[in-house]
């Protein structure tokens, strides 16, 4: 059972637009979210994270977005770089619990 | 930021054999540490979690005695690969939770992965 899930398995934006990756999730007591990014044959890195208290967070390029009712998260990147290129996964988890994890969605940014 | 590591970084062993992969975490005391699996353009997988000094909880469907885990301090987990099988290639992840900072405000860090090639 899929609890957070990434529909949108790739996709790709211009340099310098702004780059929207989706994240849902069924599980309503998740109150953690975070996303990271992953480049091939490495291991994921942390990039942003939101408490469930909170429906913004915004750290330099990166803001993620949170929608309780709509049980959605989104991480936007404005502007993209072609360094941006990754799998980037989003996670949630209810307090001090693990991890679930989506599928990951694979950002191209053209140069 | 928070530094996990790997060892090693890629692995080929034939059929049969054992192999072990260590994880660090450098900078800070992990109160857990997990392991993941990932296979190509698939999520990772958790395969257990483990706390310092106790038995490592594994996920369902994972055979723990095939996957060894024994995490030994604050700092090390190893993982090892019980008589390996070509259908255990894979790429191994670890995962280590804590507070850099000492404080309470745990993350999750992961480490850079281990690619094991079982022939």
């Known amino acids: 059972d899929q609890q957070v899930k990434q529909n949108s398995p790739s996709l790709s934006v211009q340099e310098g637009r702004i780059s929207i990756l989706n994240c849902d999730y069924t599980?309503?007591?998740?109150?953690?979210f975070l996303w990271y990014k992953k480049y091939p044959a490495e291991g994921p890195t942390f990039l942003i994270s939101?408490?469930?208290?909170?429906d913004k967070n915004e750290d330099g390029r990166f803001t993620v977005f949170l929608n309780k009712s709509a049980k959605h998260l989104s991480l936007h990147i404005v502007p993209s770089q072609p360094g941006d290129s990754a799998v980037y996964f989003c996670?949630?988890?209810?307090?001090?619990?693990?991890?679930?994890f989506g599928t990951g969605t694979r950002l191209t940014v053209i140069p | 930021g928070a530094v996990v590591s790997q060892h090693p970084s890629r692995v080929i062993c034939k059929s049969g054999t054992s192999v072990k992969i260590e994880c660090r975490s450098l900078?800070?005391?992990?109160?857990?540490m997990f392991w993941y699996r990932q296979f190509p353009k698939q999520s990772l997988m958790l395969m257990a979690t483990?706390?310092?000094?106790?038995?490592?909880?594994?996920e369902q469907g994972v055979e723990k005695d095939k996957f060894l885990i024994n995490h030994a301090s604050l700092t090390l987990s190893t993982l090892t690969v019980t008589s390996a099988h070509p259908e255990d290639s894979s790429f191994y992840i670890c995962?280590?939770?804590?507070?850099?900072?000492?404080?309470?405000?745990?993350?999750?860090?992961f480490g850079p992965g281990t690619r094991l090639l079982v022939l």
């Open positions: 996670a949630a988890k209810t307090g001090a619990n693990n991890l679930f």
């Open positions: 995962s280590a939770r804590g507070d850099p900072r000492g404080g309470r405000q745990e993350t999750q860090y």
């Open positions: 939101i408490s469930s208290i909170k």
């Open positions: 900078d800070f005391q992990a109160t857990t």
């Open positions: 483990s706390n310092e000094g106790s038995k490592a909880t594994y």
């Open positions: 599980n309503s007591m998740f109150d953690y």
